[in-house]
């Protein structure tokens, strides 16, 4: 089997030009571990820009797809996160290897991509989200913490654009910063983060079902994932998102609001960084929306 020239571009894109060996050797390893687990595999499946993707099936017959994730925190705070919301739900891993960086997971819907998303899909992943919090994250490692997060990477960016002072709006970015530092410093008990709640990464199964896939795993406040979600979930329908958040999560809606400007002035800055011009324009359009601009001006 040879990888899928787009899997190569994105990867190669994400990482940098040093995973080039690495991706070389992903076919070999892929087949190496699908005759350990008795996997029959029918090829790459050409999406995603953090990991390799192989589609086939058991020997009993079952849909799966094979992950070779070439990061070790990567891989650590996935299999982390599945396994602790595993708990509470049928497990999608169903084999992994720590030394090679290999998750074997259930092929949600029986294909690649999942099943059809239903026409209500926004309402049945809010009603669904809550199982995602309904925990303490684990004391572990290898779930990073979002303050650690915030500190090293998300406040630099955040106080970069506001040196820059490019944004065409006008945004309360040392307000916004201290709000997040008070939510962060909270006394409520952190949970496991999804953190990339984009809208594939949320698959359905043949009954409709959504299943979370691809989770970044972090240990923070749910407020975050409820605002990611709002943010980035789909380029439409933030009044939407919202409006279930509010009813589903009983998260204050200034806090949401809150965390939704960070995350797209987060993305911003890191899409100005890649020269990312269409992501780029997505996140102003996001910060102008009504919604937020009327949360910005109510910053006390």
């Given at each position: 089997m040879k990888l899928p020239a787009g899997v190569t571009y994105r990867l190669t894109q994400h990482y940098g030009p040093s995973i080039?060996?690495?991706?070389?050797?992903?076919?070999?390893?892929?087949?190496?571990?699908?005759?350990?687990?008795?996997?029959?595999?029918?090829?790459?499946?050409?999406?995603?820009?953090?990991?390799?993707?192989?589609?086939g099936y058991t020997g009993g017959g079952q849909p799966v797809m094979m992950k070779l994730i070439p990061s070790q925190s990567r891989f650590s705070s996935e299999l982390a996160a599945l396994t602790h919301w595993a708990t509470d739900g049928p497990s999608t891993v169903l084999h992994h290897d720590r030394a090679q960086r290999i998750l074997l997971l259930r092929a949600i819907g029986g294909a690649p991509g999942g099943g059809p998303r239903p026409a209500d899909h926004q309402l049945r992943?809010?009603?669904?989200?809550?199982?995602?919090?309904?925990?303490?994250?684990?004391?572990?490692?290898?779930?990073?913490?979002?303050?650690?997060?915030?500190?090293?990477?998300?406040?630099?960016?955040?106080?970069?654009?506001h040196r820059r002072g490019t944004l065409g709006t006008s945004i309360p970015i040392d307000r916004l910063i201290r709000a997040c530092e008070w939510s962060l410093r909270g006394n409520q008990t952190p949970v496991v983060l999804h953190a990339d709640l984009y809208e594939a990464n949320?698959?359905?199964?043949?009954?409709?079902?959504?299943?979370?896939?691809?989770?970044?795993?972090?240990?923070?406040?749910?407020a975050f994932d409820w605002a990611f979600w709002c943010a980035f979930y789909s380029p439409t329908g933030l009044d939407e998102r919202l409006a279930l958040a509010g009813r589903t999560s009983g998260i204050d809606r200034r806090l949401v609001l809150t965390w939704v400007a960070v995350v797209a002035?987060?993305?911003?800055?890191?899409?100005?960084?890649?020269?990312?011009?269409?992501?780029?324009?997505?996140?102003?359009?996001?910060?102008?929306?009504?919604?937020?601009?009327?949360?910005?001006r109510e910053q006390p």
């Amino acid at each position: 089997m040879k990888l899928p020239a787009g899997v190569t571009y994105r990867l190669t894109q994400h990482y940098g030009p040093s995973i080039r060996p690495w991706l070389a050797s992903a076919p070999r390893q892929a087949t190496e571990m699908a005759a350990c687990w008795n996997v029959e595999l029918d090829g790459f499946h050409d999406d995603g820009w953090t990991s390799v993707l192989a589609h086939g099936y058991t020997g009993g017959g079952q849909p799966v797809m094979m992950k070779l994730i070439p990061s070790q925190s990567r891989f650590s705070s996935e299999l982390a996160a599945l396994t602790h919301w595993a708990t509470d739900g049928p497990s999608t891993v169903l084999h992994h290897d720590r030394a090679q960086r290999i998750l074997l997971l259930r092929a949600i819907g029986g294909a690649p991509g999942g099943g059809p998303r239903p026409a209500d899909h926004q309402l049945r992943v809010a009603a669904a989200m809550p199982s995602l919090h309904a925990r303490p994250a684990p004391a572990t490692t290898d779930l990073p913490a979002l303050a650690d997060n915030f500190v090293r990477e998300i406040r630099p960016r955040l106080l970069a654009i506001h040196r820059r002072g490019t944004l065409g709006t006008s945004i309360p970015i040392d307000r916004l910063i201290r709000a997040c530092e008070w939510s962060l410093r909270g006394n409520q008990t952190p949970v496991v983060l999804h953190a990339d709640l984009y809208e594939a990464n949320v698959l359905f199964d043949t009954a409709g079902v959504p299943v979370f896939i691809d989770p970044r795993g972090l240990r923070g406040p749910a407020a975050f994932d409820w605002a990611f979600w709002c943010a980035f979930y789909s380029p439409t329908g933030l009044d939407e998102r919202l409006a279930l958040a509010g009813r589903t999560s009983g998260i204050d809606r200034r806090l949401v609001l809150t965390w939704v400007a960070v995350v797209a002035l987060n993305g911003l800055a890191h899409q100005i960084n890649t020269d990312d011009r269409d992501g780029a324009r997505r996140s102003l359009a996001l910060l102008r929306t009504p919604a937020v601009q009327s949360h910005l001006r109510e910053q006390p």
